[in-house]
T-cell receptor, first 111, second 116 residues
């Protein structure tokens, strides 16, 4: 049971480039989340999904897009990377009122 | 809006001793959950302990226990018999029971250093 898998683990982007952070879970969880973690700060919610085909904005959605075509996958898209998007990104999934399972994070640097 | 505050950016403790990490929160809700998560250098977020606000009894998990003071909106984590493997960032988090999307509100974290 792999849990929540995020790829890549590290990435350096140039300003203006685009990329997709991948997140896959094999636990058949309907709820999935994308967070960003800035140094010295707690996690901030970017987007979340309550099931395939349904997504919604979190606290800090600007500059990001998501899709949820399947229960397993919840990719996060950065269209025009900016230095302010340098952060560690976490994907998480859960089912109803149970604990959330987190991926190991993606460290993104925009230069 | 709900907020979670961890006022200790860093704490250190001698191995085998006890340490307490502080967390306060602000909410107008009466039903909610509180969590402590551990984030070791591997970056994985690991649930340490969970407390339901309607329960007066403090949650415990082996060497980890909480002191939940609902009126004071305080939720501290006590780690007994500290071990080197406890070194990590610890995050306090809050969630409303009535939030159908199960969103968590996070504190800024406390870095725990264990001295051998």
């Amino acid at each position: 049971n792999a849990g929540v898998t995020q790829t890549p683990k590290f990435r350096i982007l140039k300003i203006g480039q685009s990329m997709t952070l991948q997140c896959t879970q094999d636990m058949n969880h309907n709820y999935m989340y994308w967070y960003r973690q800035d140094p010295g700060m707690g996690l901030k919610l970017i987007y979340y999904s309550v099931g395939a085909g349904i997504t919604d904005k979190g606290e800090v959605p600007n500059g990001y897009n998501v899709s949820r075509s399947t229960t397993e996958d919840f990719p996060l898209r950065l269209e025009l990377a900016a230095p302010s998007q340098t952060s560690v990104y976490f994907c998480a999934s859960k089912i109803r009122d149970r604990e959330a399972f987190f991926g190991q994070g993606t460290r993104l640097t925009v230069v | 809006a709900q907020t979670v505050t961890q006022s200790q950016p860093e704490m250190s403790v001698q191995e085998a001793e006890t340490v307490t990490l502080s967390c306060t929160y602000d909410t107008s809700e009466s039903d909610y959950y509180l969590f402590w998560y551990k984030q070791p250098p591997s970056r994985q977020m690991i649930l340490v302990i969970r407390q339901e606000a309607y329960k007066q009894q403090n949650a415990t998990e082996n060497r980890f226990s909480v002191n939940f003071q609902k009126a004071a909106k305080s939720f501290s984590l006590k780690i007994s018999d500290s071990q080197l493997g406890d070194a990590a960032m610890y995050f306090c988090a809050y969630r409303r029971v009535m939030d159908s999307n199960y969103q968590l509100i996070w504190g800024a974290g406390t870095k725990l250093i264990i001295k051998p």
